[in-house]
Each structure stands twice: as C-alpha cells, then as structure tokens.
C-alpha cells in the first residue's frame, strides 16, 4: 500500500470518529477553549502510566483486523523473536513495518519504523516513524496510550529536523505532536505557521491549522484554512471541516453545500445516510 492510501484511509477513518462522536444536531456547546492558533494551553488530566509497547499495540491491532490477516505478522513476528542476527532482524522489522501498513494498523507500523530509524538513522524511515505515532494519536481513544504516541513522535521528528533542518514535513509533525501534546502548544502552533509561511498551500500544516481552530472554536479561521486545500486539492476530509466549521457559524447554505460535495468525494453508503441527515437537520 503506498503513503497516499495509507492517508486516506486514515482520514476516512478519523472523519468517521468525528461524524459519530457528535449527535445529529451536533452544535458545539460553550465551554472552555482550547487550542487555538495563539497556542493557548489545553487542561488535560493526566492519564495513569503505562508501558506501551510493540507487543501491546499489535495485539490490539490484530482484533481489530482479524485473524485471516493476522497470520503473516504472526510468522514475521515468530520469526524475529527467533533470530540473533542484526540483519536479519532488521529485514524483518522492515516486513512487519511494511505488512502493518498494509492492513491500515499505523501504531504497530510507527514501533517499528522507529526501531529501524534508531538503528539506520535515515531521514525517510524517522519520517514514518513520527508520521504513523501522529495518525495512531488521531485514530485512539484510549488515553493511557497517547503519552507514548506522542514522545515518541516528537522524538522521530526532531530527528528529522536534525538531519534536515529545513524539513516542512518534520516542522509540520512536530508542530502537531507538540500541539496534541499540551504542553507546549505555542511552539507547536509557531511551527505550523511556519510552515504556511514558507508554503501557504501546505496540505497538512493547513489542515492541522484549521482543526485546532475547530477544537477553539474559531470557525471562521477554520474556514480559510481548507477552503486553502481545497483550492488545489479538493478532498473529502477537508470539505467535511468546512461544512462543520460552517455548520457552526449557522452559514446553513454553505454548509450543506460542503457536505453535499463531501458525500460526492466519499461515496460511501454508510457515510453518505450520516450526512443525509445532517442535511436534513440544517433544512428544517
């Protein structure tokens, strides 16, 4: 599977979260604010501490893909437990890297791009690393893994930047793990900006951008930034932002023309009768 379908399905997968995660009249109640593009600091409780490993995220991960799939990382993962040679474990940590992109499992794939990373230094593979700890951050809802998901990702980018220290990619990661962090969501959000300062039409630093906003309620900063990607590259999730940023702002019109193109993006049938109704809701 390449990076673009690895996006993807990531994104359908996240825009699904968010869709179910709300009621159908899913207006955002008044409440404290939290990340917003000035950086100001999210209250989180701090979840109890737990190792997170490998084997733990795997096992997790094999439920939810099932035991047909599972069976060539159970041989991969027999087979490296059974080696002494470095090379061979290496080989093998690429395959099991490789094998849990292919089954859209980014939080086994991100251990072990990250063990490859530590072991080989390489730009591409501390990339991956720090790529797939911020998707399996986006895709969990179990919080005592998330610390993890996050020190980890900012480790792999901050090698990145050593290496390459000119990186909009790395700056863009580390700005987001930074920002879901807590923190230090200042310098986060000051990475992302300049990132879009350097390139206004940044695809991930915008889309980032325009979902803190969302979280601080400041929808109409939200807007500018996809209808930005949407400008040079209309896709399903940032046109699914916009209608709920605009939804949010009572730009009724807007928003169920946002949807509407949504649902065209994204023909999905259970996706499509979520959206329905969320179009019914905004007509009556």
Avoid at 15 to 41: C, F, H, Q, W
Avoid at 65 to 77: F, R, V
Avoid at 254 to 266: H, S
Wanted: charged share 25%; glycine share 6%; net charge positive.
């Amino acid at each position: 599977m390449n990076k673009k379908q690895i996006v993807v399905i990531i994104a359908i997968v996240a825009v699904m979260g968010y869709l179910y995660s709300l009621p159908v009249r899913g207006l955002i109640k008044p409440g404290a604010v939290r990340d917003n593009e000035k950086g100001t600091a999210v209250k989180q409780q701090s979840p109890p501490s737990v190792a997170v490993t490998v084997s733990t995220v795997s096992e997790t991960a094999k439920v939810a893909i099932g035991a047909a799939l599972s069976a060539k990382i159970n041989d991969l993962e027999g087979r490296l437990k059974n080696t002494a040679n470095d090379a061979d474990k290496l080989k093998l940590e690429k395959q099991l890297a490789t094998q849990w992109d292919d089954v859209n499992q980014p939080a086994p794939a991100a251990f072990y791009y990250m063990e490859i990373a530590r072991k080989e230094n390489i730009l591409t593979d501390w990339l991956n690393a720090g790529n797939r700890f911020n998707d399996a951050y986006k895709l969990t809802q179990d919080t005592t893994v998330m610390p993890a998901y996050i020190t980890n990702s900012v480790e792999a980018f901050q090698n990145v930047l050593k290496l390459k220290p000119e990186s909009l990619d790395g700056k863009t990661g580390l700005g987001v793990a930074y920002v879901n962090g807590g923190a230090t969501p200042m310098q986060g959000i000051a990475l992302l900006l300049e990132v879009v300062k350097q390139d206004p039409n940044n695809e991930s630093a915008n889309l980032n951008l325009g979902l803190f906003s969302m979280k601080s309620r400041q929808y109409d900063k939200a807007v500018q930034r996809f209808k930005t990607i949407i400008a040079h590259k209309p896709e399903f999730e940032p046109y699914f932002y916009l209608a709920e940023s605009y939804k949010q702002l009572g730009e009724k019109t807007e928003a169920i023309a946002a949807y509407e193109k949504c649902k065209e993006l994204m023909p999905d049938p259970v996706f499509g009768q979520r959206i329905d109704q969320y179009i019914k809701e905004l007509k009556n």
